[in-house]
């Protein structure tokens, strides 16, 4: 499976962005999608995944009630709605694909290049 995410930007906090990472190859329902971050200095950490069917989703504290994970099996594609943006959310989003339902970035098999968020105060 290869990945490319696109979508990032420079937004005001308080603004929107939804990120987008198209997926290739015909497999792309059986993965678990995740979306990761890494701000400058800091480790990657998990933002979001969405389960198989779409119906399941999961969200780090940090993003909970202002970031949406959704996926289009037929599009090939997940996206991250992220609403109300904060200084904090600065940082590279990854998408990424497992095989079971984890947070932990080391289990995510494959990855898209990233995307820049700028949320400017």
């Known amino acids: 499976v290869q990945l490319q995410a696109s979508g990032g930007g420079l937004v005001q906090a308080g603004g929107s962005l939804r990120l987008s990472c198209a997926a290739s190859?015909?497999?792309?329902?059986?993965?678990?999608m995740g979306w990761f971050r890494q701000a400058p200095g800091k480790e990657r950490e998990f933002v979001a995944n969405?389960?198989?069917?779409?119906?399941?989703?999961y969200y780090a504290d940090s993003v909970k009630g202002r970031f949406t994970i959704s996926r289009d099996n037929a599009k090939n594609t997940v996206y991250l709605q992220m609403n109300s943006l904060k200084p904090e959310d600065t940082a590279v989003y990854y998408c990424?694909?497992?095989?079971?339902?984890?947070?932990?970035?080391?289990?995510?098999?494959?990855w898209g290049q990233g995307t820049l968020v700028t949320v400017s105060s």
């Open positions: 190859g015909r497999t792309f329902s059986s993965y678990v």
């Open positions: 969405i389960r198989w069917s779409g119906t399941i989703t």
């Open positions: 990424a694909a497992a095989s079971r339902v984890v947070t932990t970035s080391r289990d995510y098999r494959y």
